[in-house]
């Protein structure tokens, strides 16, 4: 699954990366969690950026805290469930991130959280598609989540699932709402495991709270708990 990961980027690298205009204001993110409130470029808006939550509510649980929605959805099932569908079909979108978190699980107790990057640190997109909902007060708000796929060789050390990252030349593809099914699915496998590149991080970004550059910083391999391990 992807449950958190980074954007620490400024505005204007994000604008250049993407040649699109974001017209609120963005300090760099170090530890994008659930239910936040992120930027993402969607199929209705290429040419420019909107600020969605991550999580999407199902059609069949309106008026559900941002909280409590789904986060993932796996791109193998994504034209079988009635969920996502017609959210696929649609409402699709990049999701700017510059690395993502999973945590190694060692023994029954312990975890070592690990971020995934491109070499060089670069931006990339993951693959998202977004949903309109009505909140408990009749506001209209809306929603995201990111596909997930197979790991790569790089990933599936770590973890079953990784985010589906794509390629920089596949972007205005996705968010073309003219593309054919059949080509957007052939995107949706893992990223090449020789671009990308991992490293253990603190603790720290455990907590959501925990949402500085110190975050993103190598360091010797820890459990949750912050004492260090062998097995990183």
């Avoid at 986060?71 to 959210?87: G, L």
């Avoid at 696929?88 to 999973?102: M, Q, S, T």
Wanted: aromatic share 12%; with cysteine; proline share 6%.
């Amino acid at each position: 699954m992807c449950g958190r990961y980074s954007l620490a980027k400024t505005k204007i690298d994000l604008e250049n990366r993407f040649e699109a205009e974001m017209l609120e204001a963005f300090t760099p993110r170090y530890n994008i969690a659930p239910s936040q409130l992120v930027p993402v470029i969607t199929t209705e808006s290429p040419k420019g950026f909107s600020h969605f939550y991550w999580g999407i509510t199902p059609s069949f649980a309106k008026n559900k805290p941002v909280a409590n929605k789904l986060i993932n959805a796996r791109a193998e099932t994504i034209t079988e469930k009635a969920t996502f569908k017609n959210a696929f079909k649609k409402n699709r979108c990049l999701v700017p991130a510059d690395g993502f978190y999973e945590w190694k699980k060692i023994g029954k107790k312990t975890k070592v959280p690990y971020r995934f990057v491109l070499h060089g640190e670069s931006i990339f997109s993951m693959a998202g598609i977004w949903e309109e909902y009505e909140t408990e007060k009749g506001e209209t708000a809306h929603t995201f989540l990111v596909l997930t796929t197979a790991p790569n060789q790089l990933s599936a050390e770590i973890h079953d699932r990784m985010p589906v990252i794509l390629k920089k030349e596949d972007e205005a593809k996705w968010l073309d709402v003219r593309t054919q099914e059949e080509e957007l699915l052939g995107m949706l496998g893992p990223y090449p495991d020789d671009e990308m590149t991992k490293y253990t991080v603190s603790p720290m970004v455990n907590q959501v709270a925990n949402d500085s550059a110190y975050v993103i910083r190598k360091t010797l391999p820890m459990d949750q708990f912050g004492n260090y391990t062998l097995f990183g």
